[in-house]
Each structure stands twice: as structure tokens, then as C-alpha cells.
């Protein structure tokens, strides 16, 4: 079946700008998770959803970022007034219910220039 | 609180030869352990897993690890090492079922040469 698949898979953006980036999960997956894989910070977890309850916000790196899930499925990572610290591949993964297995997709490169 | 150690951030093996990439985890409670693989431009792919019961656990392409709790040591590795194995190599741990973020090792670069 289908996998986690991103959009756009290339970003570049100018420093300042907002960008919105995507994720569809696997059909029926009620947890999503964003991480954020830079060079100088490695693979960092960001925000997780889990079905219709709030989201744990807890890896954030500032208020820049939000994310927010609609009907359960598709996932969009915001991140405004970008700076080129955010340059880095935004990885999401999702789990079905009560799996201990995160499913990544392919990622979204981010280049803030 | 969990983390995770790779040592080595590049290993570099011949054809044929034996991988071993070492991971040790910290974690306050029973951690679930993985491994993860990422070949260029390309998400991570799941080798294998840790939960519960038998300690050594088998996963894709020939690759094993050993759960060794006194150690707290998950170190990755397979008899023979073939070209198609290069790539990077994540540990990572988590508190257990349901919905738990995975914290990360730093990676380990596998390159293997003819």
C-alpha cells in the first residue's frame, strides 16, 4: 500500500518568508509525528498528533513553528518568518494505533537562504 | 529522560566483512529500541526492533542486533557486509507502546568498499 508521502519534496525560500510544508500519513495511521533533521542538531522530534486529541507540542523550537493536523489525516508544518537556522530535512512519520513502529516518509528539504 | 549514543560517525568495512555499528541508550524506563537506516535522499527505513522478550533480534536484510540491558548496549551488525548496505545507520529509543516520540542517536555512516 501507500506510503507517508511529503510535499514539496525541494523548498528553497528567502529569509523571513512563511512556508508550509506537508505530509500525508498511511490510510487509517492515527498517530503523526514531525522531526527535524539538520546537520548540527541531528534528528530532533518536533510535535506529534494522536488521533483528536491535543497535540504534544513539547519539541518546538520556537513560536515560529506550528502544525496542525486536519480531520485526522493530512498534516502541514507552518513555519513562519523563516531564518536559515531552519534549514534542514522536516521528516513525518506515522503509527497505527497502539504500534510501537513510526513509518517515515521521504522528507521535505528546506533551504532557507 | 532517554538518549542515545552512537560512537563512530563513519565506519568503513570491506566486502564481505563484518559490520558492527554500536549503539548504547540511556532510558528511566524500559526503552523500546531501534534501528533505522537512510540511503541517500530517502526517509528512514525500519531494520529492526527491540520491545520485549527474545533479546536478539533479527530484521531485513541480514542485519541482527543484541538487547544487552547490563551493557545498555543495541549494537547493530551482519555476518557480510555487502555494497547496498552503505548508507546511515540510527539508533533510537522510546518509552514503549502508543505514542512515543523516538529519540535519536547522531547516525553512523556505513561505507563499505569492494
Known amino acids: 500500500g501507500a506510503g507517508v508521502s511529503q510535499s514539496p519534496s525541494n523548498k528553497v525560500t528567502e529569509k523571513g518568508k512563511d512556508v508550509e510544508l506537508r505530509c500525508d500519513p498511511i490510510s487509517g495511521h492515527t498517530a503523526l509525528y514531525w522531526y527535524r533533521q539538520s546537520l548540527g542538531q541531528g534528528l530532533e522530534f518536533l510535535i506529534y498528533?494522536?488521533?483528536?486529541?491535543?497535540?504534544?507540542k513539547s519539541g518546538l523550537p520556537s513560536d515560529r513553528f506550528s502544525a496542525e493536523r486536519t480531520g485526522g489525516s493530512v498534516s502541514t508544518l507552518t513555519i513562519q518568518r523563516t531564518q536559515q537556522e531552519d534549514s534542514a530535512v522536516y521528516l513525518c512519520?506515522?503509527?497505527?494505533?497502539?504500534?510501537?513502529?513510526?513509518?517515515f516518509g521521504p522528507g521535505t528539504r528546506l533551504t532557507v537562504l | 529522560a532517554q538518549s542515545v549514543t552512537q560512537l563512530g560517525s563513519h565506519v568503513s568495512v570491506s566486502e564481505g566483512a563484518l559490520v558492527l555499528l554500536r549503539c548504547n541508550y540511556s532510558?528511566?524506563?524500559?526503552?523500546?529500541l531501534f534501528w533505522y537506516v537512510q540511503y541517500p535522499n530517502q526517509g528512514l527505513q525500519l531494520l529492526l526492533k527491540?520491545?520485549?522478550?527474545?533479546?536478539l533480534v533479527k530484521g531485513i536484510n541480514g542485519f541482527e542486533a543484541e538487547f544487552k540491558k547490563s551493557e545498555t548496549s543495541f549494537h547493530l551488525t551482519k555476518p557480510s557486509a555487502h555494497m547496498s548496505d552503505a548508507a546511515e545507520y540510527f539508533c533510537a529509543v522510546s518509552g514503549g507502546t502508543g505514542f512515543q516520540k523516538l529519540v535519536f542517536g547522531t547516525g553512523t555512516r556505513l561505507l563499505v568498499s569492494p
Open positions: 532510558s528511566s524506563v524500559p526503552p523500546y
Open positions: 512519520a506515522s503509527s497505527p494505533q497502539g504500534s510501537d513502529t513510526q513509518y
Open positions: 527491540y520491545t520485549t522478550g527474545a533479546t
Open positions: 498528533f494522536q488521533g483528536n486529541s491535543a497535540p504534544d
